[in-house]
């Protein structure tokens, strides 16, 4: 299920999903972190990904910033926009 709609998502970039991820180009990366997110409500805004979480889910964010980091071997900066009321997420190093 999770597939079919990771593959709905990505399109033709699904192929990506079959390398390893030591050889994903920073491009690459982010299309897949822009998809998981869209699955699960999110957008994405130039490079940065908007969550609508609740300000104090902070340990939702946690677990979303280390599946992220350890999912695509970069390192995220998350933080709340109390302005807009969401969460967003900026890849701070692509570690490639």
């Not at 399109?11 to 920073?26: A, M, N």
């Not at 970069?74 to 570690?95: C, G, L, P, Q, R």
């Amino acid at each position: 299920m999770f597939d079919e709609r990771l593959k709905e998502f990505l399109g033709k970039d699904f192929e990506l999903l079959k390398k390893p991820t030591i050889y994903y180009t920073k491009k690459e990366k982010f299309r897949i972190l822009q998809a998981i997110v869209l699955m699960f409500g999110g957008e994405s805004r130039g490079d940065l990904i908007i969550l609508s979480f609740d300000k104090d889910d902070t340990e939702r964010m946690d677990i979303v910033e280390s599946s992220i980091e350890s999912l695509l071997d970069v390192a995220v900066s998350t933080s709340y926009n109390k302005e807009e009321k969401h969460w967003e997420i900026i890849i701070t190093d692509f570690k490639k």
